[in-house]
């Protein structure tokens, strides 16, 4: 079955950047998204379509993807961003869903 | 104001079945493929399955750790999603979320134990 590869946690100062990475064979051709749970909570979509931020997205939030890697960047972490961060995509065939495993990312 | 209420969770014996349902608003909800994704306790989310809009005539995709056990089905009418569980196990217990991806309700907890 397709997998997405993320690395369990990140950590980073406040103020400094983060990027959280994620990994899959069909990603050089099918999209990414990228969501983010606070503890408690429901995910929040914070990146769509590799690259795009919706509405309310703070702008220290940017997505990238080259190849068969996707990355999710904050400029500026801040304390308010920790949490955990899952990628989200679907498989070479396009019909099925798949999550990575999540990175917590810890800003202290 | 875009609101996704997921309603129906409870506790089901193994072997048992439930139906959760999901009431939407405040969004293109008929121009919308419609998720359904889980959460066990303290892990990550899994996807379980869609449902594409009538555009895309409904085909639904499952995981396979689903696959011929759970159904979702819409409502257009209604603005309402579903999600038929059977033939439940143990390893079904979880949170289960519905989503646009865009969007996503608060979720109703499921438990299957005896």
């Known amino acids: 079955s397709y997998e997405l590869t993320q690395p369990p946690s990140v950590s980073v100062s406040p103020g400094q950047p983060a990027r959280i990475t994620c990994s899959g064979d069909?990603?050089?051709?099918?999209?990414a998204f990228w969501f983010q749970q606070k503890s408690g909570q429901a995910p929040v979509l914070v990146i769509y379509?590799?690259?795009k931020r919706p509405s309310g997205i703070p702008e220290r939030f940017s997505g990238s993807s080259s190849g068969t890697m996707a990355s999710l960047a904050i400029s500026g972490a801040q304390v308010d961003d920790e949490g955990d961060y899952y990628c989200?995509?679907?498989?070479?065939?396009?019909?099925?869903?798949?999550f990575g495993g999540g990175t917590k990312l810890t800003v202290l | 104001e875009v609101q996704l209420v997921e309603t129906g969770g409870g506790l089901v014996q193994p072997g048992g079945s439930l139906k959760l349902s999901c009431a939407v608003s405040?969004?293109?909800?008929?121009?919308?493929?419609m998720h359904w994704v889980r959460q066990a306790s303290g892990k990550g989310l899994e996807w379980v399955g869609r449902?594409?809009?009538?555009?895309?005539?409904?085909?639904?995709a499952y995981s396979a750790s689903v696959k011929d056990r759970f159904t979702i089905s819409r409502d257009d009418s209604k603005k309402m999603a579903y999600l038929q569980l059977t033939s439940l196990v143990p390893e079904d217990t979880a949170i289960y979320y519905c989503?646009?991806?865009?969007?996503w309700g608060r979720g109703t907890l499921v438990t299957v134990s005896s």
């Open positions: 989503s646009s991806l865009s969007y």
């Open positions: 405040g969004f293109n909800f008929s121009g919308s493929a």
């Open positions: 449902i594409r809009n009538q555009a895309n005539t409904y085909a639904t």
């Open positions: 069909a990603l050089s051709k099918k999209y």
């Open positions: 379509e590799d690259t």
């Open positions: 989200y995509s679907v498989d070479s065939g396009g019909h099925l869903g798949v």
